[in-house]
């Protein structure tokens, strides 16, 4: 492409208003979801938090599907097309199934948004990628940032403001508003086609055949009735995510038994930083299920004693806090490096639990900060956030291209697809443990019950998250004895290799 060693290409550009775009629709719309569940389709507060718990898994642990269709059979674009097709429709009948207050059809809406999601999610950053030449990585790294901070942009609006416009325009009208923007971003990729597609995989690029189509539809059929069944049936639901964990995990040992003996202590090392993955995104997921709840029933309406909020709006700070702390972050790893001190990736994960183990005593803190009005300030919920963002950011780009350099390249896809599949089981383990702070309907939130159900829930948590640093520290070990062990064996047969040609 013509502009491809430029820092902004034109089609990255395009790519950026796209994140936008479906930032403000897809976390406008997660936002109200909760409240949604509870009080317009008259979930209970366990089964709203296995609802959320569920379309946050199911997003990542097909998202790995998705990425191999759009590798192998219909190309990237294509897959990006189709999904925001998907997402445009879902969010429309998820409209209409707020307006006629019917549940099935809001379920079917939310397991098509699900299944967009799945197809979709990691074709953009293929695009993007393909949108900059190959001699233009360093940009390219600075665009993926600046893409980010577009995303956490749309995200805090929408989710601070789509709860405002509720008493407005209900809960089906804010749907509608992001049907409507993921209406745009078809728009958009309609426009400028032939540009995405040159930035495309080699499938985009060549008609697909009816054979591939018809099986693309058959399996899309499939995948969408198995995430309603999900969906519909959670408590059977989170029993099949669990099996589909535990079986790529399985599997991911079995070929650890295949490998090379270098590798094998490598692939090792990979099990270990899933194990330290998923408990930290077991914290993640907290956020949108047991933080949320407790928000959703206890904030208070005004930010900092004058800025007007909405309590289920607490989750907007994190977006917040990514794209303020953004910069900041960055600004410390380069410090660190010109001191000659680079972190190891265990190591940033030991002070991402730290400040987990800080955002959960606060929030446990905030317990004993009741009103008289029966609301805590929502300045308390704002520096918890504070306190995750900043874990979030430390680790969010963590662990992808540590599993690729340990593992061998024929298993690269796979292994991104078993990170994948960690998230989905942080997500659901999340949900399940955060329905141990569900309380009935209408239920009278009185000292002894914010004390013995919320205070304790989350002291606990925080004191797991302070064990949990100094187990990664000591795992952290571990890992790099393997990997030492692995590089000198790797060494070994390359000098044996080498000798035997001689």
Same mark, same amino acid.
């Given at each position: 492409?013509q502009?491809?060693?430029?820092?902004?290409?034109?089609?990255?550009?395009?790519?950026?208003?796209?994140?936008?775009?479906?930032?403000?629709?897809?976390?406008?719309?997660?936002?109200?979801?909760?409240?949604?569940?509870l009080f317009e389709?008259?979930?209970?507060?366990?089964?709203?938090i296995m609802?959320?718990g569920?379309?946050?898994?199911?997003g990542?642990?097909?998202?790995?599907?998705?990425?191999?269709?759009?590798?192998?059979?219909?190309?990237?674009?294509?897959?990006?097309?189709?999904?925001y097709?998907?997402?445009?429709?879902?969010?429309?009948?998820l409209?209409?199934?707020?307006l006629?207050?019917?549940?099935?059809?809001?379920?079917?809406? +939310?397991? !098509?948004?699900?299944?967009?999601?799945?197809?979709?999610?990691?074709?953009?950053?293929?695009?993007?990628g393909?949108?900059?030449?190959?001699?233009?990585?360093?940009?390219?790294?600075?665009?993926?940032?600046?893409?980010?901070s +577009?995303?956490?942009?749309?995200?805090?609006?929408?989710?601070y403001?789509?709860?405002?416009?509720?008493?407005?325009?209900a809960?089906?009208g804010?749907?509608?508003?992001s049907?409507?923007?993921?209406? !745009?971003?078809?728009?958009?990729?309609?426009?400028?086609r032939?540009?995405l597609?040159?930035?495309?995989n080699?499938?985009?690029?060549?008609?697909v055949?009816?054979?591939?189509?018809?099986?693309?539809?058959?399996g899309?059929?499939?995948?969408?009735r198995?995430?309603?069944?999900?969906?519909?049936?959670?408590e059977?639901?989170k029993?099949?995510l669990?099996?589909l964990?535990?079986c790529? +995990?399985?599997?991911?040992?079995?070929?650890i038994?295949?490998?090379?003996?270098a590798?094998?202590?490598k692939?090792?090392?990979?099990?270990?930083?899933?194990?330290i993955?998923m408990?930290?995104?077991?914290?993640?997921?907290?956020m949108?299920?047991?933080m949320?709840?407790?928000?959703i029933?206890?904030m208070?309406?005004?930010?900092?004693?004058f800025?007007?909020?909405?309590?289920?709006?607490?989750?907007?700070?994190n977006?917040?806090?990514?794209?303020?702390?953004?910069?900041?972050v960055i600004?410390?790893?380069?410090?660190?490096?010109?001191?000659?001190?680079?972190?190891t990736?265990?190591?940033k994960?030991?002070?991402?639990?730290?400040?987990?183990?800080?955002?959960?005593?606060?929030l446990?803190?905030?317990?004993?900060?009741?009103?008289?009005?029966?609301?805590? &300030?929502?300045?308390w919920?704002?520096w918890v956030?504070?306190?995750q963002?900043?874990?979030?950011?430390i680790?969010?780009?963590?662990?992808?291209?540590?599993?690729?350099?340990?593992?061998?390249?024929y298993l690269s896809?796979?292994?991104?697809g078993l990170?994948?599949v960690?998230?989905?089981?942080s997500?659901?383990?999340?949900a399940? +443990?955060?329905?141990k702070?569900?309380?009935p309907?209408?239920?009278?939130?009185?000292?002894?019950?914010?004390?013995?159900v919320?205070?304790?829930?989350?002291?606990?948590? &925080?004191?797991?998250a302070?064990?949990?640093?100094?187990v990664t520290?000591?795992?952290?070990r571990?890992?790099?004895?393997?990997?030492?062990?692995?590089?000198?064996l790797?060494?070994?047969?390359?000098e044996?290799?080498?000798?035997?040609?001689?």
């Amino acid at each position: 492409m013509q502009d491809a060693n430029a820092r902004f290409p034109f089609t990255a550009r395009v790519l950026i208003l796209r994140q936008f775009l479906w930032g403000a629709a897809f976390y406008g719309t997660y936002v109200l979801l909760t409240k949604f569940f509870l009080f317009e389709l008259n979930y209970s507060e366990a089964d709203t938090i296995m609802m959320l718990g569920a379309f946050g898994a199911v997003g990542p642990v097909f998202s790995a599907v998705g990425g191999f269709v759009a590798d192998r059979y219909i190309g990237s674009f294509r897959a990006v097309y189709i999904g925001y097709t998907a997402y445009t429709i879902g969010f429309f009948m998820l409209g209409i199934g707020a307006l006629q207050v019917n549940i099935p059809l809001s379920v079917f809406s +939310i397991a !098509l948004i699900g299944y967009a999601r799945g197809l979709s999610a990691t074709c953009p950053t293929v695009l993007f990628g393909n949108s900059y030449s190959a001699t233009n990585r360093e940009a390219f790294q600075q665009g993926l940032t600046i893409n980010y901070s +577009i995303n956490n942009l749309g995200s805090f609006l929408s989710q601070y403001f789509f709860p405002f416009l509720v008493a407005y325009l209900a809960y089906q009208g804010n749907f509608f508003i992001s049907a409507f923007l993921m209406m !745009l971003t078809l728009v958009l990729f309609f426009t400028f086609r032939k540009r995405l597609i040159a930035a495309g995989n080699d499938l985009d690029k060549r008609p697909v055949s009816l054979k591939v189509w018809a099986g693309f539809i058959v399996g899309s059929a499939i995948m969408l009735r198995l995430v309603y069944w999900i969906f519909a049936n959670l408590e059977q639901g989170k029993y099949l995510l669990y099996a589909l964990g535990v079986c790529v +995990i399985l599997y991911f040992i079995f070929e650890i038994t295949r490998a090379t003996i270098a590798y094998r202590y490598k692939m090792c090392c990979v099990l270990i930083m899933i194990f330290i993955f998923m408990v930290f995104y077991f914290y993640y997921g907290q956020m949108l299920t047991s933080m949320n709840i407790y928000a959703i029933n206890l904030m208070g309406s005004e930010l900092m004693g004058f800025i007007p909020i909405r309590p289920e709006s607490n989750v907007a700070f994190n977006p917040l806090w990514c794209f303020v702390l953004g910069g900041p972050v960055i600004f410390i790893y380069n410090w660190l490096e010109k001191k000659g001190y680079s972190p190891t990736i265990p190591t940033k994960f030991v002070a991402a639990f730290i400040l987990t183990a800080i955002s959960f005593a606060l929030l446990g803190l905030s317990t004993g900060f009741v009103g008289e009005d029966g609301k805590i &300030a929502a300045d308390w919920i704002l520096w918890v956030n504070f306190f995750q963002s900043f874990a979030e950011l430390i680790v969010g780009a963590l662990g992808a291209g540590f599993i690729f350099e340990m593992v061998p390249r024929y298993l690269s896809a796979f292994s991104m697809g078993l990170r994948a599949v960690a998230l989905s089981l942080s997500g659901i383990l999340a949900a399940v +443990i955060s329905t141990k702070i569900a309380l009935p309907k209408d239920q009278v939130l009185t000292p002894e019950i914010i004390e013995g159900v919320y205070a304790s829930y989350f002291y606990n948590l &925080a004191a797991l998250a302070v064990v949990m640093a100094f187990v990664t520290l000591v795992l952290s070990r571990v890992i790099a004895k393997l990997i030492r062990r692995g590089e000198e064996l790797e060494k070994q047969s390359s000098e044996q290799d080498m000798a035997t040609d001689h």
